[in-house]
């Protein structure tokens, strides 16, 4: 995940990923909204209706395609 010019973030949880997205996605700083299917799907994992690896899939990408996406 890229934060910043040059800087590198590292997301190992549900929790991370939901920080991320609600704080930091690249959306959130111009006004517009994250995805909203990827917010439910962090949502639905930690609540147990989903996976964690389908709620990572989510994440990754929408990450992808907002082009944020390092590595996996």
């Known amino acids: 995940m890229a934060r910043g010019t040059g800087k590198k973030l590292v997301i190992n949880s549900t929790e991370q990923a939901a920080e991320f997205l ?3 996605w690249p959306t959130a700083t111009n006004g517009d909204r ?3 299917a990827v917010s439910q ?3 639905d994992a930690y609540d147990g209706r989903i996976s964690v690896e389908r709620a990572r899939d989510a ?3 929408a990450a992808r395609e907002a082009g944020i996406l390092i590595g996996e």
């Open 34 to 36: 994250p995805p909203v």
């Open 22 to 24: 609600l704080n930091e």
């Open 59 to 61: 994440f990754a990408a």
């Open 41 to 43: 799907a962090l949502l």
